[in-house]
């Protein structure tokens, strides 16, 4: 079993930025973001493929951007413009296929613990 290990979670203000990052114990070709606010369910926010090619969704298209550094078989998130909407557990999570296909949350068999995001306004 992968072991995925999230960091750089904290507070920021609106407008602000963060980085996230994650360290697999195992190479994966598809590594995503997601994020649970209180009240809500888990979201898909951006996944990237061995590519290095990456997907949005729609309500960090712009302001989020996920990259990837094979060898040292990490993922970062950097997020900026943040707004307190951003709020939420933020989840590491990979799949052992070749390449990622959505951000649906079923598609994802391997998750980190989690880092805390707070945004306040």
């Known amino acids: 079993q992968v072991q995925l290990v999230e960091s750089g979670g904290g507070s920021a203000q609106a407008g602000g930025s963060l980085t996230l990052s994650c360290a697999s114990s195992?190479?994966?070709?598809?590594m995503a973001w997601f994020r649970r606010a209180p009240g809500n369910e888990r979201e898909g926010v951006a996944f990237?493929?061995?590519?290095?090619?990456?997907n949005y969704a729609d309500s960090v298209k712009d302001r989020f951007t996920i990259t990837r550094d094979n060898a040292e078989r990490t993922v970062t998130l950097r997020m900026n413009s943040l707004k307190p909407e951003d709020t939420a557990m933020y989840y590491c999570?990979?799949?052992?296929?070749?390449?990622?296909?959505?951000?649906?949350?079923?598609?994802?068999?391997?998750w980190g613990q989690g880092t805390q995001v707070t945004v306040s306004s």
């Open positions: 195992e190479y994966r070709g598809c």
């Open positions: 990237i493929n061995s590519d290095h090619r990456g």
């Open positions: 999570a990979a799949v052992s296929t070749w390449s990622c296909v959505t951000l649906r949350e079923d598609e994802y068999t391997e």
